[in-house]
């Protein structure tokens, strides 16, 4: 490992300030570059019904072995519920374990979802499951190093200018790319177009919170076993509630440094789905014709 600790991690990229708030158009705003747009709203309304279940009972009835995770993790525990301004179902998963998600892709496009798959130099490391009127699902596939648990994190940093012609291109540029991806399923985030216009870090975490989980039997889902001592970690006084949450800055469990100035991504192996991937796409479209 190139990084041990949490100070070194903690010192670089301190110049990289994002601002989450929403406005009415459910746009991101960074310091200086208004007007970003989240690429799932910029396909999707947001849904009225903030449903996690209809998802986590796929995942159960397939034996995948998920806990959920971050914001959805945190409201359930303190509020008993997904929180207000929850966005997505942040969902996590053992990189180890991907061949369940691999299972699981039939019943997902039959239930009508779009699956798109990130990679990261050549690492699987999240499952993205967008249907229109529910919450996208993001599975992220975490690796140990040493005694941490580690993932890739990012997301787009908006319009480089504040205009608002720049904004509208670049909106168009999010959409264009978005549906690109889910023809493809399986692309590689740090090549262009992906990378445009992203900012990168790591998901850096004590791997024993994500040894063990249990099943809640109130929320019918997987959460992580110690599950108090996780958000203690992530939130710090978890059970008070916060105006102003910048994930970047706030958050104990990432980083502002890229996965490979943490840790050697040559010890991983790279992703071998694809040809399972395609295998099991042409038996869906098998299917599809012959129910015609």
């Not at 406005?23 to 009225?48: I, S, T, Y």
Request: hydrophobic share 35%; with cysteine.
């Amino acid at each position: 490992m190139k990084l041990n600790g949490r100070d070194r991690a903690e010192d670089k990229g301190k110049e990289q300030v994002v601002d989450r708030t929403l406005n009415k158009e459910d746009q991101v705003h960074l310091k200086g570059n208004e007007g970003a747009v989240e690429e799932e709203d910029a396909l999707f309304p947001r849904p009225r019904d903030k449903d996690y279940r209809s998802f986590t009972d796929l995942l159960n009835e397939h034996g995948v072995p998920y806990a959920i995770d971050s914001g959805v993790l945190l409201g359930l525990m303190r509020d008993g519920k997904l929180l207000d301004h929850e966005k997505d179902i942040d969902l996590q998963m053992w990189a180890e374990d991907e061949e369940y998600l691999l299972r699981l892709l039939p019943a997902a496009w039959d239930q009508g979802y779009t699956v798109t798959i990130w990679l990261y130099r050549g690492l699987v490391c999240q499952y993205r499951f967008l249907r229109e009127g529910k919450l996208p699902v993001h599975i992220m596939l975490f690796r140990r190093a040493g005694s941490w648990a580690w993932c890739p994190a990012g997301e787009g940093t908006g319009p480089p200018f504040s205009g608002r012609v720049t904004r509208r291109f670049y909106r168009y540029f999010v959409v264009a790319r978005k549906k690109l991806r889910e023809r493809l399923i399986a692309t590689e985030v740090t090549r262009w177009p992906w990378k445009v216009r992203r900012q990168t870090g790591t998901w850096w975490v004590p791997a024993r919170f994500f040894e063990q989980r249990k099943y809640h039997p109130l929320y019918e889902a997987y959460i992580p076993t110690e599950w108090d001592a996780y958000l203690t970690y992530r939130y710090g006084s978890w059970r008070t509630p916060v105006e102003k949450w910048n994930i970047w800055t706030d958050d104990g469990g990432l980083r502002q440094v890229r996965p490979e100035e943490m840790v050697d991504l040559s010890r991983y192996q790279a992703w071998n789905g694809a040809p399972v991937l395609k295998e099991t796409r042409v038996k869906v479209k098998t299917k599809l014709r012959g129910s015609r």
